[in-house]
């Protein structure tokens, strides 16, 4: 229920029972914490908590035991809470979250429950009698006997109402006075309890005779299915899962299962297709999808090689999910396959703002005064925090051909329409989702991705494995599954292959296990013509592996294979592949690549007869200095390191050594080798040499090289070097005239 639906002299009970200083506190109330620690020591147990409400808005989305470790975590969390949400905002989710006994959650559902009225027509005496039951929701029944200590809770309320100033002494005597009469206990079916929490809270069905979309025989059965995984997701740490089945024609909500089961015991009285959760990979879809509109296709190719990048936060380095790089790779292979290097690298080519002014527009970002510099690259591998439900519409909405509608709930939903993509770039994004073979390199064979018929489909993990994703989609309907813990805590290594994808499984065999999807209508502006599978140019003479693709018309690849130009194929590729190569080159006696300048043997790369010619035709301006010489003052002040961790800031010296340095407007990052890289020399080669580089996000006339402390190199852009490996650990500094940079350190054995 919207805040500003709910009356002040609700808020003000609340309040007044519950957090007297929530408007003047920052999360956590210091006075009252410690009265409660008083008590709790008089005691030899907890006895009060001192809870506010944000601190109790945390713990019902982050239930924890009441332990002194679980209350910091809670009141940390509890002042993050305070910097991104009003105080308004706090209370209308405590409001709407806060348990009111009887397995009732929320005011509104309580209201209509105990009283018979929406919660705008409660009366002061009756909002006075709602303050009270958060405190102790399954002691103070209003059908048990406990009812009279109730009543009795209700005029302590009341009391300090008046005492805060919400009543004046007319208002109190005339609620102390007033007869507070119950509605009969109402018995209710437990179908679907969430959707029904969820329908009350959005203020819809308050009055009259409404119909849900719901189907309570697949409602039944997909429950079924759900608890028949419980064992085994516990098994592997993960005490819940939630899944919802939306009928695309229609965008109506056949099934919502928020949870094993409805129970405050296991905290299942939270909804699992309401929570948010960090988005895993289930983002990456919507950001190949952009690419496609913006002129990129699905054979493009991508830089998927570890680098590094600056962020205000430190240095961020993404990986992929088996450690491991793959080179250049065409778009379908990096969404198929999920790779984080390659998508970040695709975020990098078309720019974060477009991708989150997008995932705006269907409603993916929960906090929209943050920005895209909030959420940075790391935005489409798990950055955002989204619900199940968010992501089952956006996934609808590939399969209703890029255009994007709200989910209905009720048969009288009446949802607008707004076409986000092309009919053109659904259906490519569908067909890679749908296609096995894109996703062999990272998911190989896995049983429970692979299915008879087509399903367009995507996992998603989040860090540390606390939430397992997979959403998937036929041309009748949409399915998706989450898995993890309400509180957060990570579970032992289950994925979404793993974890949800065997649930997702079953679902889609619910429903189209007597009779197999129809298929998808090609576009009349999409075509189908043949490119090399390695480079996705036009196929050349020498092409030994061609393979069918999808293009917009007009879009298709007009040049022909620069990678097979003749029967030995191998290709050169831009310096920053460099460690990839030479992996690549140790494990398999491929030949296939080479870095742009050099000898086709990486061995003999770095031959010092070459390093000049190099240096003077790639990096115009670039001066190396002897390693003898003597230090400067830009070595001296290269060596003022002044953050201790992995990524370092430079600034002039000054009397205090260990003063920190923190220069927030610094974009000069090291982004190739990477911290703790090591590097393995061959005794039997005569020189083995590394390319240093860097980016730099401002422009600069120059920086300044610094190796183990003495200056080694001035380049002008793009700023690279070349060193020589020695053995041992080294420092290597980059420095920009302001004397801001950054360090990392290195290992050669």
Not at 202 to 230: I, W
Not at 281 to 299: D, F, M, N, R
Not at 391 to 418: C, H, I, S
Request: overall charge neutral; glycine content about 8%; charged content about 25%.
């Amino acid at each position: 229920m919207a805040g500003k639906d709910i009356p002040d002299i609700v808020k003000n009970a609340f309040i007044a029972a519950e957090d007297e200083r929530f408007y003047s506190h920052n999360g956590f109330d210091f006075k009252a914490a410690m009265r409660a620690l008083r008590d709790n020591l008089r005691e030899g147990r907890i006895v009060s908590g001192a809870s506010t409400i944000s601190q109790q808005v945390v713990r019902l989305i982050y239930p924890h035991e009441r332990t002194y470790k679980d209350k910091i975590i809670e009141i940390f969390r509890s002042g993050r809470l305070e910097e991104n949400f009003s105080k308004e905002e706090i209370l209308e989710q405590y409001l709407n979250r806060v348990p009111m006994g009887n397995n009732i959650v929320g005011v509104e559902l309580a209201s209509i429950i105990y009283f018979n009225k929406s919660v705008a027509d409660l009366s002061v005496a009756e909002a006075a009698v709602l303050a009270s039951l958060p405190k102790a929701p399954g002691q103070l029944n209003p059908y048990g006997k406990s009812r009279v200590k109730l009543l009795k809770r209700k005029n302590w309320a009341l009391s300090r109402m008046l005492e805060q100033g919400f009543l004046t002494e007319e208002e109190f005597k005339k609620a102390m006075d007033c007869e507070i009469v119950f509605n009969e206990k109402m018995s209710f079916p437990n179908k679907a309890q969430h959707l029904v929490d969820l329908l009350i809270a959005r203020g819809t069905g308050l009055s009259g005779k409404h119909y849900t979309t719901l189907d309570s025989n697949l409602q039944k059965e997909v429950e079924k299915a759900l608890n028949s995984h419980r064992a085994r997701l516990a098994s592997r740490g993960a005490s819940q899962a939630a899944a919802i089945i939306v009928h695309n024609p229609t965008m109506e909500v056949l099934v919502s299962v928020g949870s094993f089961s409805y129970s405050e015991k296991d905290g299942g009285y939270n909804n699992g297709t309401l929570a948010f959760r960090s988005a895993g990979s289930t983002i990456k879809p919507l950001l190949y999808a952009q690419a496609l509109e913006q002129g990129y296709t699905v054979s493009s190719l991508l830089e998927d090689v570890l680098r590094r990048y600056w962020t205000p936060f430190g240095s961020y380095s993404p990986d992929n999910f088996d450690r491991k790089e793959y080179g250049p790779v065409t778009m379908r292979v990096a969404l198929g396959n999920s790779l984080n290097i390659s998508a970040i690298r695709m975020v990098e080519a078309i720019e974060i703002e477009p991708v989150y002014q997008l995932l705006r527009r269907v409603n993916l970002i929960n906090n929209q005064r943050n920005g895209a510099g909030h959420y940075g690259l790391g935005l489409v591998i798990g950055n955002a925090e989204v619900s199940l439900e968010q992501l089952v519409t956006v996934y609808a909405m590939f399969a209703n051909g890029g255009v994007y509608r709200p989910l209905r709930y009720v048969k009288e939903d009446d949802t607008a329409a707004d076409n986000v993509f092309s009919g053109e770039t659904a259906y490519i994004i569908s067909d890679i989702l749908s296609d096995p073979s894109a996703r062999m390199l990272i998911f190989g064979g896995v049983h429970d991705l692979n299915f008879p018929f087509r399903v367009s489909l995507k996992t998603g993990t989040s860090t540390k494995y606390r939430d397992g994703w997979i959403i998937g989609y036929t041309p009748e309907y949409t399915v998706g599954v989450w898995i993890g813990n309400f509180d957060g805590a990570p579970t032992a290594k289950l994925s979404g292959s793993t974890g949800a994808a065997p649930i997702f499984k079953d679902i889609m065999y619910l429903l189209h296990g007597n009779a197999y999807p129809s298929s998808y209508a090609q576009p009349e502006n999409v075509t189908v013509t043949g490119v090399c599978g390695i480079s996705g140019m036009k196929p050349g003479p020498y092409c030994n592996y061609v393979t069918r693709e999808f293009f917009i018309k007009g879009t298709e690849p007009v040049e022909t294979c620069t990678f097979h130009k003749n029967e030995k194929y191998f290709h050169e590729l831009p310096t920053t592949y460099a460690g990839w190569i030479y992996e690549k080159n140790k494990q398999v006696s491929a030949g296939s690549y080479r870095l742009k300048g050099f000898s086709r043997n990486l061995d003999n790369v770095f031959q010092e007869e070459q390093i000049n010619d190099l240096i003077s035709d790639e990096l115009p301006g670039i001066r190396i200095k002897n390693r003898g010489q003597k230090e400067n003052q830009a070595s001296k002040a290269a060596k003022v390191i002044v953050n201790k961790k992995d990524h370092y800031s430079v600034g002039a010296e000054t009397e205090n050594r260990d003063e920190t340095y923190i220069y927030p407007d610094n974009r000069l990052s090291i982004t190739y080798p990477l911290p703790h890289d090591r590097f393995i020399i061959d005794k039997n080669k005569t020189a083995q040499i590394i390319r240093l580089e860097t980016s730099s996000y401002r422009p600069i006339k120059y920086m300044d090289w610094f190796i183990d402390g003495r200056h080694y190199a001035r380049t002008g852009p793009p700023y690279h070097t070349y060193w020589k490996l020695e053995k041992g650990k080294h420092s290597i500094m980059a420095v920009a005239p302001d004397r801001k940079g950054d360090s990392i350190e290195v290992t050669v054995e």
